[in-house]
């Protein structure tokens, strides 16, 4: 069932990713600020289309985002011959980070603690 509000939520997000990635140019927001946004980004966009719970949406988008940036630890975007793809760059990145990591991880955490404390105010 399409929800409209993660929908619209995953439009706001894209569009700031976009801001960012095209305007910002520091060593604070567009690294980590960027990389926290994403995973918020994905889960909206994943809740405007599956019913599923929170914490399964959020598990699933966390490990999806580890994944990828496992994907970068081993290089596999010049295993499959994209090392030149502007847009596989963008999508999948190229160089592994601890502190990617964590912000996904924090940023999946911020998502889950919403969740919960909307869960706890709605069922009052």
Not at 2 to 27: Q, R, V
Not at 46 to 74: C, D, H, M, P, R
Request: net charge positive; with cysteine; glycine share 8%.
């Amino acid at each position: 069932m399409f929800n409209k509000t993660y929908f619209g939520f995953t439009l706001f997000l894209l569009t700031i990713e976009i801001l960012i990635g095209k305007y910002l140019h520091d060593n604070i927001i567009r690294p980590y600020g960027g990389d926290f946004l994403v995973v918020i980004l994905v889960y909206c966009f994943v809740k405007s289309f599956l019913n599923k719970t929170a914490l399964s949406t959020a598990f699933g988008v966390l490990l999806f985002a580890y994944a990828v940036e496992i994907s970068q630890y081993f290089h596999i975007i010049s295993w499959m011959g994209l090392i030149h793809s502007k847009m596989a760059a963008l999508l999948l990145g190229t160089s592994f980070s601890w502190t990617d990591i964590l912000c996904y991880t924090l940023g999946i955490g911020l998502v889950f603690t919403v969740e919960k404390t909307r869960a706890t105010i709605t069922y009052r």
